[in-house]
């Protein structure tokens, strides 16, 4: 098949386009309101942008009032957002926090996880997640779209501090991803966690590379 989005119809029962880019990372998103208001809601276009130093990157598109969402306000308004990792465990909080709600309900007590303080950022981490990156905001990059919810907010944090829990570092030091169960975002409503990994070595020997493919900065 073959169709140009916005042009001509791809004549399936469902807009295909999100299940080709997949799986996407789960941006579970931490802000707190000018007002003091606690917010949480995921983002499954969410990605790490580069590692020296971290930048992360979330985008959002409107509600379905066409607003923007607390989660970009609350950001640019404070500076700062938490990034918690999203687990096969917590799947049914993430869940619950991705519903559109009043700016004044907090979304930590509606998912029922609990709040832990940061040390560098106002906004809380997730307690029960294993991972955590405190992010300063850098900018937002406005991509106009069509109806009510297309346009997009592409929020970009540098990340200033990063919380992993103990146990789930392997005693090599890397992480433990099949203890952790990242989950992930496919297309329609279908998510996956990881359960299975495997290696492969870049192609050459040149330490730099290998070094940067292995996320390892200041070489």
Known sequence: MYYE????EHGLARDPFKSCVIPRPIGWISTVSVEGVHNLAPFSQFQNLTFDPPYVMFASNQTTRGQRKDTV??????GQFVWNMATY????????SAEEVAPEVDEFELAGVTKAPCRLVKPCRVAESPIHFECLYHQTIRLPGN???GTVDIVIGRVAAIHIKDDAILP???IDVLKIRPIARLGYHD??????VFQMA???NDPRRLAGMDGSARF
């Open 5 to 8: 989005p916005g042009k001509t």
């Open 89 to 96: 465990e917590l799947r049914e909080a993430v869940n619950k």
């Open 172 to 174: 090599d030091g890397r």
């Open 202 to 204: 870049v192609p050459g």
């Open 191 to 196: 998510y996956t966690s990881i359960e299975t």
């Open 147 to 149: 109806g009510t919810m």
């Open 73 to 78: 306000r609350n950001t640019e308004q404070t």
